[in-house]
């Protein structure tokens, strides 16, 4: 078996339920998935979105916050409470998990950018699996979105992990199958596009607008994940963040989801 070094990324919505709370059965699986996935020889690196929806109905507010102190302030308590749940069922498959909080510093600095590499090397040698996420408690660039940005949403960092750590697979779980032709949510017949081989004008016209309120990002956010790598020369694959048994079909190279690849 080919041993591959795989980013995953998962978004707000497989996390959380509406109402923002920690959808504790799906988290779990994922936990049990990519531990097994530790265990048959892959080293994993996950990037979590859901601080902010997490901390919102921590905090006992009644909608995503809209002024940034709030915005920073329920991220600071969602990632608090997300890594104390990620270190407790990790722990019961017996694996390691190390916390890494980015800013667009961390990336556009050479020096800072060559500590993010080391560190993750060094969590992977040692079997831990590193746990990122944009460090929203200090940072803007996602949270406010007509601001300049480096890393812009988890989409876009998960990639950019992934390019650092020179990973061999980017997987995107998101609350739809991959990249339709047309947007499924308005057009019934719109067909699932298994394959891209490049980014062409008409496949990047594909993208939708931004999904729940919960979350920030839409295709569009994706696709330009996949440009980062297919640039930098590893697949992506965007599927269903619900389907988590899919991911090991996505290992095996079978045809789940869309996978973006130049290596066809």
Request: glycine share 8%; proline share 2%; with cysteine.
């Amino acid at each position: 078996m080919e041993h591959k070094r795989i980013v995953i990324k998962v978004g707000t919505s497989t996390l959380t339920h509406s109402s923002g709370a920690v959808d504790l059965r799906s988290m779990e699986h994922l936990v049990r998935t990519l531990s097994d996935l530790r265990g048959m020889g892959h080293e994993v690196i996950l990037v979590s979105s859901g601080a902010i929806a997490v901390g919102t109905e921590k905090m006992n507010l009644k909608e995503r916050p809209k002024e940034l102190r709030m915005k920073q302030a329920a991220a600071s308590v969602g990632q608090c409470q997300m890594m104390a749940m990620y270190d407790r069922l990790f722990s019961e498959y017996n694996q390691s998990v190390g916390q890494i909080l980015i800013t667009g510093d961390d990336v556009e600095d050479k020096d800072r950018a060559r500590h993010l590499s080391n560190t993750l090397s060094a969590l992977l040698e040692m079997g831990i699996i590193p746990i990122v996420n944009e460090n929203d408690s200090v940072s803007s660039a996602e949270i406010e979105t007509e601001k300049h940005k480096v890393l812009g949403d988890n989409d876009r960092l998960s990639a950019i992990v992934a390019k650092f750590c020179r990973a061999d697979l980017l997987i995107l779980l998101s609350d739809i199958e991959g990249l339709y032709d047309k947007n499924p949510k308005d057009h019934p017949d719109a067909k699932l596009i298994h394959k891209v081989s490049a980014l062409t004008p008409e496949i990047m016209e594909m993208a939708g607008d931004a999904g729940s309120w919960r979350g920030t990002g839409g295709m569009i956010t994706k696709l330009l994940a996949a440009k980062i790598a297919m640039e930098s020369g590893f697949d992506m694959v965007i599927t269903n963040g619900k389907k988590l048994e899919n991911i090991y079909d996505i290992v095996e190279n079978k045809d789940v989801g869309t996978r973006f690849s130049t290596g066809w």
